[in-house]
């Protein structure tokens, strides 16, 4: 196979007018202006996402060094990690037509910073799998040689697969990390993005990849979800870039606030054992469960007794058959575990009472429950035909509105576990 030779991408004039022209620079949330084609905006990571990202590296023992893209599309990731960092970047990417926006997107990027890494960042037009040829080009162009620090790559996936194989990866995962081990040492770090819909399956034959390459390198899985139940970005964290752990969910607020949960996967199963008055339940975010997290999740939040009593869907609920919330960390609500327990939490309370169907005609009488319990107000958190939940919505509200105590003003909520309703009341 011909190796095609790697061109460094200048981002003078010609550069800039192209970069206008085909994609004119737009800011997206908290981002610089950048270039990009819808296509490629499709494809790259949010700025908010990708500076979260980087914001985590933080905490690792990165070696000294560049960071390398060798697949770096617009290049957002890219600028997020060089301006957080601090780090002089180098970034491959395949399309001519797609290289010299990221050019001029991370030359963009480094003048808003004050420091030298803009001096020694590339972006080369290259195929980001030939190491040698793309190091040798760029050591010549800047005339240093500094090592690679962190290898980032988002591999391109076909276009709205559910599901795809490792070889349709571009570049491949197998080919791009043997082609840069050599120049990565023994404890590399590496942060490799992939499908959230991989199976475990390939998730473990990207591990076997690595470990073929490095050994017992540790890996952490990390899951990203900005909320919406949804996991929205999934990367595997290698070597100086690994957690704690070999699973990480990661939830990013709006605001960009970052809550986090580590621990180590572990099939959460769950156990239809009887419900009672009393019981304290919780509506857990099911990215909980999809991270594999389920179970330290459940341990930090109510210890060893409390169980799963379904897994499945948008609602997981997890049981508490002891009063009071967050009984593992109640006592110290300042504390960053009890923050994160408590951000997993779609709703919690006491279950009140136990009711065996949910329709017009008996919604009056739960409201009267509700109601009876202090409850002002009651939320259906439940399973429903989307044309029915608005308007059981409704009447539950008109009913709660007659019957309820202004004061004090308590939540409520109807949760569902097989079948079976739950009237449940919030605690303060
Ligand atoms: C998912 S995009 C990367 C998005 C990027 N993280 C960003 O922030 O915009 C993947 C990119 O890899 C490029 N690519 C695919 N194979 C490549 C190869 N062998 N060498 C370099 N780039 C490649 C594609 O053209 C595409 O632009």
């Not at 473990?204 to 050994?215: A, L, R």
């Amino acid at each position: 196979m011909t190796t095609i030779q790697p061109v460094v991408m200048l981002p003078d004039e010609n550069a800039r007018a192209y970069a206008e022209s085909s994609a004119p620079a737009r800011t997206e949330g908290t981002s610089p202006a950048l270039h990009a084609t819808e296509e490629m905006r499709r494809l790259a990571t949010p700025w908010s996402v990708a500076v979260a990202k980087a914001n985590l590296l933080h905490s690792c023992d990165l070696p000294p060094g560049i960071i390398l893209d060798p697949a770096c599309g617009s290049g957002t990731q890219l600028a997020a990690l060089c301006s957080t960092l601090g780090r002089p970047g180098l970034g491959v990417e395949l399309s001519g037509a797609v290289a010299p926006l990221a050019a001029v997107n991370l030359e963009r990027c480094g003048k808003t910073s004050e420091e030298d890494w803009p001096a020694s960042s590339r972006i080369l037009w290259g195929d980001g799998t030939a190491a040698q040829s793309i190091l040798e080009t760029y050591h010549q162009h800047i005339e240093q040689h500094p090592c690679v620090a962190l290898l980032h790559v988002d591999p391109a996936r076909p276009n709205d697969a559910q599901q795809h194989t490792l070889e349709e990866m571009q570049p491949r995962l197998d080919e791009l990390l043997k082609s840069w081990a050599p120049y990565l040492g023994t404890n590399p770090a590496v942060i490799l993005d992939v499908s959230p819909r991989l199976l475990d399956t390939q998730r473990q034959e990207i591990e076997n990849i690595v470990s073929s390459i490095w050994g017992d390198v540790a890996m952490t899985w990390q899951w990203l979800t900005q909320g919406r139940g949804r996991i929205d970005r999934l990367s595997l964290w290698i070597g100086a870039a690994a957690g704690l752990g070999p699973s990480r969910l990661i939830r990013l607020t709006k605001s960009g606030e970052v809550q986090l949960i580590e621990g180590t996967p572990a099939v959460s199963i769950a156990q239809p054992a009887e419900l009672n008055i009393g019981d304290h339940l919780a509506i857990v975010d099911p990215c909980v469960i999809s991270s594999g997290l389920g179970e330290s999740w459940k341990k930090m939040w109510a210890g060893d007794e409390s169980r799963w009593a379904t897994i499945s869907g948008r609602r997981p609920i997890c049981i508490n058959p002891r009063d009071g919330q967050n009984t593992v960390y109640q006592s110290v609500p300042d504390n960053p575990n009890f923050v994160m327990i408590q951000s997993m939490i779609q709703a919690s309370g006491e279950v009140i009472s136990i009711v065996p169907d949910l329709n017009e005609g008996s919604i009056s009488s739960y409201a009267k429950i509700a109601a009876d319990a202090g409850v002002s107000s009651l939320k259906l958190r439940c399973t429903l035909d989307p044309d029915v939940q608005p308007k059981l919505q409704s009447k539950i509200d008109r009913e709660m509105r007659i019957l309820a105590l202004k004061n004090p003003v308590k939540s409520g909520f109807i949760a569902e576990i097989n079948g079976i309703h739950l009237i449940c009341k919030e605690q303060d």
